[in-house]
Nanobody, 114 residues
Framework: QGQLVESGGGLVQAGGSLRLSCVGP????????MGWYRQAPGKDRDIVAA??????DTYYADSVKGRFTVSRGNGKVYLQMNNLKPEDAALYYC?????????WGQGTPVAVSA
């Protein structure tokens, strides 16, 4: 299994934006559906958004619909997060979806101040 690397997290104020990126050194996910997942302290890791290999179809958890946008291109998968809320704070990961085919990366942390 290959490794995935996430980046782009940080600390923002509520209402702010961040753009996360995911690359897969040694893991070719060009033909895979990809997902963004998040895990807050003490909670399970949940799917946030997903995108088909073609990029034509997407899926969003109800909690992020209308605020987050998943896209892919240039060998990367992106998650544009707008109007961030304190409850969006978590460690964000990318991986294949719905089956997990790659090793989990270290994730990128997102913190949102009220």
């Amino acid at each position: 299994q290959g490794q995935l690397v996430e980046s782009g997290g940080g600390l923002v104020q509520a209402g702010g934006s961040l753009r996360l990126s995911c690359v897969g050194p040694g893991f070719d996910f060009s033909n895979s559906q990809m997902g963004w997942y998040r895990q807050a302290p003490g909670k399970d890791r949940d799917i946030v958004a997903a995108i088909t290999s073609s990029g034509r179809d997407t899926y969003y958890a109800d909690s992020v619909k209308g605020r987050f946008t998943v896209s892919r291109g240039n060998g990367k998968v992106y998650l544009q997060m707008n109007n961030l809320k304190p409850e969006d704070a978590a460690l964000y990961y990318c991986n294949t979806y719905p089956s997990i085919l790659a090793n989990w990366g270290q994730g990128t942390p997102v913190a949102v101040s009220a």
